[in-house]
């Protein structure tokens, strides 16, 4: 059944006709080829990965990429249109998985990746025959990013890797990771980026994660044991992985908060078309003033999440990152809070029916969970927008 949505007319004002056709021509192909497959590939733990061709034969895998290697070279603007019509699939775990592969693990390669670098990793990555995932996390550490241990020392012409990664999405068939080791000394300084090709000897994935939510793709552990990478694999300079790190996290938590925009509206309007056929008490359930009330403050506080996303935006399509810091962690932290919100209470509103698999909304409850501690918690979060507050900024 279609649905009018709860949220209609709110575009940004920067969108031309060629972002309405983009984020309706993903959408579409979401709607069509993703969604249907949705509960079972929660089910089964994984999707094809023809999705990949397919999104590469769409043209979205390389959108704000260099147009040397086959990116479009587009802006964030399209990044929202191409995630706001993907959401559409109405799996997060293959939503996240993708975005992985776009905007988490490679916009640090096509912004500091030389030339070579770049035709090897990115150029087969934005025509789907390539997907990557991105290693930072640790067992021993994730929001203390800079206390990485998994090592690369020097041998030659080579670094040789040794440690573990665990939590990492697509890590199961990656065909490379853009990977965080410590080529120096202890803290924040000594942290590098390099490209590691998973076909590497020494290189194995570990556990396949039994998670909450985002089942349809795998977080793994990753194990490195004297794997050898040709020193030209190293991403930008040495030592300075950490600020790449954090330059690359304004993508993935912007991309975090689009998702959750996206997934409350979706939720809404599903909860709002139940509520008018189910009925209690002799009338739809979505004539209770209690739940008219409640959906109209969750509208009003879903367009408000999105307008704060969108000057995040606009901050980063003035081409510095960094200086998108504040806004970026502001909008992370309120579009992924108030998704919980908004989860809790379009499950609540289906009653038994919404603690059912088959109801979109059993699987979103779920997945939402995840929006507040990947790529940066809330507290996290609440910590970069003091720091910059107290910076004047
Ligand atoms: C499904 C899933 C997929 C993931 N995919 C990836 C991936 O692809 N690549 C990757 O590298 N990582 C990935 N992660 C890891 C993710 O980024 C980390 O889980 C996240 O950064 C939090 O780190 P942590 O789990 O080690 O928690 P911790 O850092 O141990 O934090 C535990 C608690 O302490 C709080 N805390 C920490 N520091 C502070 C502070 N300064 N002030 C107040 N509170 C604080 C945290 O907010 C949190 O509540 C994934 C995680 C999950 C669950």
């Known amino acids: 059944m279609s649905v009018p949505s709860v949220v209609p007319g709110s575009q940004p004002t920067a969108w031309t006709d060629e972002h309405r056709q983009l984020r309706e021509t993903v959408k579409r192909y979401a709607e069509e080829q993703l969604a249907p497959h949705r509960h ?18 769409l043209g979205v895998l390389g959108i704000r990429f260099d147009e040397k290697v086959g990116g479009l070279g587009l802006d964030w603007w399209y990044t929202v249109a191409y995630v706001e019509g993907l959401s559409h699939a109405r799996n997060a775990g293959l939503v996240m998985s993708v ?42 550490c994730g929001s203390d990013v800079a206390a990485i241990r998994t090592t690369a020392k020097k041998d030659g012409g080579d670094y040789v890797i040794n440690g573990q990664k665990t939590f990492i999405t697509n890590g199961a068939f990656a065909d490379f990771v853009t990977l965080a080791v410590r080529t120096g000394d202890e803290g924040h300084g000594g942290i590098s980026l390099v490209l590691f090709p998973t076909n590497t000897p020494g290189f194995t994935v570990g556990r396949k994660l039994d998670k909450l939510g985002t ?74 003033q209690v739940w008219k009330h409640k959906f109209a403050e969750h509208i009003t506080a879903l367009e408000a999440s999105r307008a704060l996303t969108w000057l995040a935006v606009e901050r980063l399509n003035g081409g510095n990152p960094q200086a998108a810091t504040k806004l970026v962690s502001q909008s992370k932290l309120f579009a992924c809070d108030l ?55």
């Open 99 to 140: 975005l992985v592969d776009t905007d988490m693990a490679t916009p640090i390669i096509d912004e500091i990746g030389t030339p070579e670098q770049k035709e090897e990793f990115l150029a087969p990555l934005i025509r789907g025959e390539k997907v990557a995932a991105l290693g930072v996390s640790e067992p021993g």
């Open 40 to 57: 079972e590939w929660d089910k089964a733990g994984e999707f094809p990965k023809s999705v990949f061709k397919d999104l590469a034969d």
């Open 215 to 288: 089942r349809a793709v795998d977080s793994c552990e990753l194990h490195f044991d004297n794997c050898r990478i040709p020193q030209r694999y190293l991403l930008g300079q040495e030592n300075a992985g950490f600020y790449y790190v954090m330059t690359n996290f304004q993508g993935e938590r912007l991309v975090a908060s689009l998702t959750a925009n996206m997934g409350m509206e979706l939720s809404l309007q599903d909860a709002i078309a139940y509520g008018k056929e189910r009925k209690a008490f002799g009338r739809p359930i979505s004539n209770f």
């Open 339 to 393: 998704a919980q919100k908004v989860a809790y209470d379009c499950l609540q509103f289906h009653g038994g029916y919404g603690f059912i698999e088959e109801y979109d909304i059993a699987r979103q409850f779920r997945d939402v969970r995840l929006l507040p501690i990947g790529g940066g918690t809330a507290e996290v979060m609440k910590e970069i927008i003091w720091k910059w507050t107290e910076m004047g900024l």
